[in-house]
């Protein structure tokens, strides 16, 4: 059976050499890899509409993120809103609040609806979808939800999507929604 000595280089490295190269590497300052935080932690649901399931079980935690760069990230990975399968959607609510009425956190709100036809949806859906992420990551949180601070929030909202104002957009509470009897929910409020 053969051996093999080990191979020596035939220069071997010069400490001065190595010296050199150590000391003059860039010192980078913190500010270029220091996250910047957000006001809140988010979490990021997914509903997927599998008739096979209970709504529970067709809902799903995506992410969580409290950070501008984890945000980016995430958003960056994810299929775009556009792309969902019908009956599919996204979720974002602070962390600690489940996306279903039953959250006590949650029961005394609502949601801001727009109706979209197909051709506004191809075109506006995605950018629609990346607005409302970033209204809701980027504002101040709000303790109350009345009447004057509801429709300040749609005015503001509509506003940041760019819809025409002869558009309007509806606001549906949770309570409503959770209690109605026909297929659809009457507006609350309007903008």
């Known amino acids: 059976m053969a051996t093999a000595e080990p191979e020596t280089p035939s220069n071997p490295p010069n400490p001065e050499e190595e010296k050199t190269e150590e000391t003059s590497q860039e010192v980078v300052s ?3 890899y220091i996250k910047h935080p957000l006001q809140n932690r988010w ?5 997927k509409n599998d008739k096979s399931k209970t709504w529970q079980a067709n809902l799903r ?4 993120f409290d950070t501008v760069e984890d945000f980016w990230a995430l958003y960056n990975h994810i299929q775009l809103s556009s792309n969902l399968m ?3 959607d996204y979720s974002l609510f602070k962390d600690g609040i489940e996306p279903m009425w039953e959250d006590e956190r949650n029961k005394r709100g609502g949601r801001w609806l727009i109706t979209l036809s197909k051709q506004q949806r191809r ?7 990346l607005e409302t992420l970033l209204c809701l990551i980027g504002r101040p949180s709000m303790t109350t939800a009345t009447r004057e601070a509801v429709t300040h929030i749609g005015r503001v909202y ?3 999507l760019g819809v025409p104002p002869k ?10 929604t959770a209690t109605k009897s026909g297929s659809t929910t009457k507006n609350k409020f309007v903008v």
């Open 43 to 47: 979490s990021l649901w997914f509903f």
């Open 123 to 129: 075109a506006d859906l995605d950018r629609f979808w």
């Open 61 to 64: 935690l995506i992410s969580k």
């Open 86 to 88: 019908s009956g599919c």
């Open 30 to 32: 913190p500010e270029s």
């Open 167 to 176: 558009v309007t957009i509806g606001y549906q509470s949770h309570a409503d």
């Open 158 to 160: 509509k506003e940041r």
